[in-house]
């Protein structure tokens, strides 16, 4: 009795907060001004987080990346209020870093983290590297939550024990407890286009950078990207137990250059986001299969579901029309795939991710008509102009 009761207080919090959510997803249309963002240093007081042997401690490394990224989005985005959860060594409750975000109406949430394997867990720790994105959501397959990424999950999310009342803030929350995590399979992210716009915006700035392995892109349970209302990330730039990530992420250089893309994805992001024109960015060349398992090439490449879609959904790159862009995604998925609800996506390749539109028209007319049955069915859509591979969000 007492489980179950634990699991209703859960989902009774989680109703809660995704119905303001969902209503800010739908009424995003009316106010397309990415004017506030919250970068989220992540941990910080008496939560060091990740350790390195020489005693270099992930709380500073995201901190000095956050400050330096505050900096530049100041000379690059004067127009862009910058909300920090924290500038300076302090501890900020998980639920508190959401709810400082929600507060100040930003558009967007940053969230940075450095990475670790325990030696105990694996042999091979210290050869494994790189960087990665996250949203909200489950860990790569619905049918299998925990594997590959839950411990690092488990990991970021136990920083609430750390909190004197966390049984009361979390709902019973227990990020040691499997069942736990039962809340994250019901989520409905209104915001998971958006987020995994920004995602791939990200990863792509990242490539070449001082961290030469990429991750890619995943859907995870992390609580501190549960209540914020708004497209959210959370960023693991590299690992602290890998010594040539460390060699990066421990220096100021390294950590300015790291800074410095995350700022060009912003960028990037916030033209696309109101509608303006693109800044101009030496785009990266792709070294790595950002969405793949072992990061293998995959430059020049063509893969059997990219040509088995080609001809049927790919609108051609020169093409001019216009559609309603229900997700962003970094998998391939089939049209007969139950998220589309019978209607017939069409693709477009956008460096590691997928956009799938519906109601795709060389007609803004008709994509027009077509919007309000649409918008019902997927909270959060909205209608966008395709021009030379390009998309431009319509107001």
Known sequence: MKDLQKHINILTVLLLLLIPSALLGSSRSSDLALDVICIDPGHGGKDPGCVARDGTREKDIVLSIGVKLRKMLAEKAPSVKVVMTRSDDRFIPLGDRANIANR??????????????????????????????????????????????????????????????????????NPNDPESYIIFNLMQNSNLVQSLDFASKTLERLEKGPLTKSRGISQDPYLVLWKTTM??????????????????????????????????????????????????????????????????????????????????????????????????????????????????????????LYRYLLAASESLEEVRSAYPEILKKFPGCFMVKVEDGKTERLR
């Open 104 to 173: 100040n109406g930003a558009k967007l949430f940053i969230s940075l983290h450095v990475n670790a394997v325990d030696p105990a867990r694996n042999k091979n720790y210290a050869s494994v590297s790189g960087y990665s994105v996250h949203t909200l959501g489950q860990s790569r397959t619905g049918a299998d939550l925990y594997s590959s990424n839950m411990e690092m999950c488990r990991r970021e999310n136990s920083v609430i024990l750390l909190e004197d009342d966390h049984e009361t803030r979390y709902e019973g929350f």
């Open 231 to 352: 497209p959210a990330v959370l960023l693991e730039c590299g690992f602290i137990t890998n010594q040539k990530d460390l060699a990066s992420i421990k220096t100021d250089a390294g950590q300015e250059e790291i800074a410095r893309r995350i700022c060009e994805a912003i960028l990037l992001y916030k033209a696309e986001y109101e509608g303006q024109p693109v800044p101009e960015v030496k785009q990266a060349v792709t070294s790595q299969n950002a969405a793949g398992k072992d990061g293998a090439s995959s430059a020049g490449k063509t893969t059997a579901a990219e040509s088995a879609h080609s001809e049927k959904a790919t609108v051609s790159a020169s093409k001019l029309y216009y559609g309603i862009q229900v997700l962003a995604s970094a998998k391939d998925m089939a049209d007969s795939d139950p998220f589309f609800k019978s209607y017939a996506p069409t693709r477009l390749k956008s460096g590691n």
